[in-house]
């Protein structure tokens, strides 16, 4: 009897076990498949200056991260001083934002189809903290530019990009009337202005202190289980619970007579 107990009570531990191991989320810590990025995220040796945050667990690699920070870069032969010099306190935003989207694991939810001949995927719609916008329109606000959208139509005659005939060079201020403006129109919609703060757990930030974890990674799994559970039920599930919780597994079906079996009579509850 005691052997018997002991064996069914063993086998309840583990089909309990096995009914709660979590489930892998596909939206979660993943690298988009563009020109750059890494088959899977992983821990980087050393990342670049501002890029350095996402050393631990990045979809880029030292050598990207390096060339996010210059004028001319390799990546996209893109110059950000078409219109003149960019001013430093501007340019950095424009670092942080080439860093987010090049190294962060945690752009899952928001990666769509792309339909250029240098990447597969791009991210759409990336809510982005308000605080992270309106810094970046207040720092470049006195910049120049000619253009709204950098995704497209740059005289690229000489191999990088520059201001297209008609286009005249122009503040920041005036391409870009609001913060929202230039978080959502800059890069054809990568981004959405958020009226969430930073610290909420609602926004993605194109930068944090690494001294006190990464704040997407729980952004991204706020929006990535509230997806997958929409879309699977046809109701969002409050992201907040544990992902774990799910159907019993055909392990724990196959076993649950056995163990009943083996409890002593009285043992298994009411009847």
């Not at 583990?14 to 191991?21: E, K, S």
């Not at 005659?157 to 503040?171: E, K, L, Q, S, V």
């Not at 930030?205 to 990535?224: H, L, T």
């Not at 799910?246 to 409890?263: G, K, N, Q, Y």
Request: one cysteine or more; aromatic letters at 10%.
């Amino acid at each position: 009897l005691a052997m018997g107990m002991a064996v069914a009570l063993a086998l309840l531990v583990l089909l309990a076990a096995d009914a709660v191991v979590p489930v892998r989320n596909p939206l979660l810590n993943i690298c988009m498949d563009a020109k750059h990025h890494k088959h899977k995220p992983g821990p980087e040796g050393k990342l670049h200056d501002q890029c350095s945050p996402w050393k631990d667990n990045a979809c880029c690699t030292a050598s990207t991260s390096s060339e996010a920070h210059k004028d001319q870069s390799n990546l996209y032969n893109f110059n950000w001083n078409h219109c003149g010099v960019m001013p430093p306190k501007c340019k950095r935003h424009f670092i942080q934002d080439t860093c987010l989207y090049e190294c962060s694991p945690n752009l899952g939810p928001w990666i769509d189809q792309a339909d250029s001949s240098w990447r597969r995927e791009r991210i759409l719609h990336v809510p982005l903290c308000r605080e992270d916008c309106e810094e970046w329109w207040k720092d470049c606000r006195d910049a120049l530019t000619c253009k709204e959208n950098w995704h497209k139509g740059w005289n690229w005659a000489t191999g990088t990009n520059r201001c297209p005939w008609g286009f005249m060079c122009r503040p920041f201020s005036e391409v870009f009337p609001r913060p929202k403006d230039l978080c959502e129109k800059i890069w054809s919609n990568s981004y959405k202005y958020s009226p969430e703060h930073r610290g909420s757990g609602r926004c993605i930030q194109m930068w944090f202190d690494p001294a006190r974890g990464n704040p997407n990674e729980v952004v991204a799994k706020y929006y990535a289980w509230n997806m997958t559970s929409s879309s699977a039920h046809g109701e969002k599930v409050p992201p907040e619970r544990d992902p774990a919780v799910r159907a019993l597994p055909w392990s724990v079906l196959a076993l649950l007579p056995l163990a009943l079996l083996l409890l002593p009579e009285g043992a298994g509850g009411r009847g």
